[in-house]
């Protein structure tokens, strides 16, 4: 990009610094997948990148085939995208997604591990992801009512380390700070062309009926934008939870937890450890009554054992604490 280039992007669009400046820790040299849908966002991730410096890149695209033809024309439209860029495609289309349970928890869990796959097949781990402001203020809402168990937890993090298969993956995403319309603009002004996800006017998904419905019903009784509020709260929550995990003892990985040492620790403290041994044990499903039905067990002498997720429990003796799986 030439100078005079340079200086019309930052004067247009003065948050491109704010990504350069999130992405500023990222390998360059290093090649890194994107994972574009063909919608706005990540299409203008995909355009972003190399102004910032990431010029190793490669596309990756799961058809999640929810929408028919429409889901396959994305799959083509991000396909031209890649070819014309010159990058490398990896696209995988699935077969079905469960009937029951949480759609949006089985597209999320295909995702991970269709990322997975496309790491392996570039001999990399990090993936750039195009979430952004808005996605982080519905999410928030979203985990917050689900119930999140902190502040900190209903958040979407700048950059997170999933494990997937025995492989770790770093998702990056430059963009959390960026809001919607700013993404538009951006993508209008560069004449960038994207594909329209029928599927995000329906009322039919939660996150859907957050962002049309609620947050505007919310703004309308405060008689105010309430998401730049909320944004810095995310943030504040984020800092303090960083703190917050700072002061966790590393002892997840112990079989056994000893219950007159855990008494010692702040009650706040007490849930982390908690929450990180059972995860570390492979406890699945629990949550915040799960977490307090632990912790009960270091004050209540006559309860021994608490029940946990999928028949496992956990049972004191001899002031230590244990898991049992069945």
């Given amino acids: 990009m030439r100078p005079q280039q340079k200086e019309d992007l930052a004067g247009r669009f003065p948050w491109v610094e704010r990504v350069k400046a999130a992405a500023g820790g990222y390998p360059r040299r290093e090649l890194h997948l994107v994972g574009v849908s063909g919608g706005v966002d990540s299409r203008v991730l995909l355009h972003l990148l190399p102004m910032v410096g990431f010029h ?53 869990e295909a995702r991970l591990q269709f990322f997975g796959r496309a790491a392996a097949s570039f001999s990399t ?19 917050l009512f689900r119930g999140s168990g902190s502040l900190d937890n209903a958040t979407i993090k700048p950059e997170s380390l999933v494990t997937v298969g025995t492989r770790q993956l770093l998702l990056r995403r430059p963009l959390l700070e960026i809001w919607k319309h700013e993404i538009c603009e951006f993508a209008a002004a560069f004449h960038l062309k994207f594909r329209e996800d029928s599927t995000n006017t329906s009322r039919q998904m939660a996150r859907n009926r957050i962002r049309h419905d609620l947050i505007p019903e919310i703004e309308a009784v405060m008689g105010r934008p309430v998401k730049p509020v909320l944004l810095r709260t995310i943030e504040i929550a984020a800092k303090e939870g960083d703190f917050l995990r700072s002061q966790v003892p590393e002892i997840e990985s112990q079989t056994e937890l000893s219950t007159r040492e855990l008494q010692k620790l702040p009650v706040a403290i007490q849930r982390r450890v908690i929450h990180r041994w059972l995860r570390y044990h492979d406890i699945k499903d629990y949550g915040f009554n799960e977490i307090e039905a632990v912790r009960s067990l270091l004050t209540r002498s006559k309860i021994a054992k608490v029940n946990l997720p999928r028949g496992a429990f956990c049972r004191r003796r001899a002031g230590r604490l244990f898991v049992h799986f069945p």
């Fill in 125 to 143: 781990s990090s993936v750039f992801l195009a979430h952004h402001a808005d996605d982080q203020i519905e999410t928030f809402l979203f985990n």
């Fill in 56 to 108: 190793r890149l490669a596309v990756c695209h799961l058809n999640h085939n929810l929408r028919g033809a429409e889901s396959l024309e994305d799959s083509k439209f991000v396909c031209r995208i890649s070819h014309r860029l010159g990058l490398p495609f990896y696209t995988e289309t699935l077969p079905q997604l469960p009937a029951t349970g949480s759609l949006e928890r089985a597209a999320r």
